[in-house]
């Protein structure tokens, strides 16, 4: 009876250090497109598309589509094919809006 109370504290023990490891963040500038449907960022001096996750209502101003220059810091996930038929090479899941600029809306 006793090893059956010894499972339950090892489980606890060995799941809590998995939730507490962060993921390390960076910082990424480029070209930021959004309309109705989605949303990708074109990273500068590179030619490539990657999907946007996360709160970017700041960059969206002005329209229901348009691009903005962003500077954001967040987390790039593994290289596959992403959203709009597979278009994009990697999810970009955006933390925090640093800055914006250049900021072109169309309704």
Same mark, same amino acid.
């Given at each position: 009876?006793?090893?059956?109370?010894?499972?339950?504290?090892?489980?606890?023990?060995?799941?809590?250090?998995?939730?507490?490891?962060?993921?390390?963040?960076?910082?990424?500038?480029?070209?930021?497109?959004?309309?109705?449907?989605?949303?990708?960022?074109?990273?500068?001096?590179?030619?490539?598309?990657?999907? =946007?996750? #996360?709160?970017?209502?700041? %960059?969206?101003?002005? @329209?229901?589509? &348009?691009?903005?220059?962003? *500077? =954001?810091? #967040?987390?790039?996930?593994? %290289?596959?094919?992403? @959203?709009?038929? &597979?278009?994009?090479?990697? *999810?970009?899941?955006?933390?925090?809006?640093? %800055?914006?600029?250049?900021?072109?809306?169309?309704?």
């Amino acid at each position: 009876m006793r090893s059956l109370r010894v499972v339950p504290a090892l489980l606890l023990v060995f799941c809590a250090g998995c939730s507490t490891i962060p993921q390390a963040s960076n910082v990424y500038s480029g070209k930021y497109f959004y309309n109705f449907e989605f949303a990708y960022l074109t990273p500068d001096g590179q030619d490539t598309e990657w999907c =946007v996750a #996360g709160d970017m209502s700041g %960059a969206q101003q002005g @329209g229901h589509s &348009g691009t903005s220059h962003v *500077v =954001v810091q #967040g987390n790039l996930g593994p %290289a596959g094919k992403y @959203g709009n038929l &597979g278009a994009c090479k990697r *999810v970009l899941t955006v933390i925090k809006l640093i %800055a914006v600029s250049n900021n072109q809306g169309q309704q």
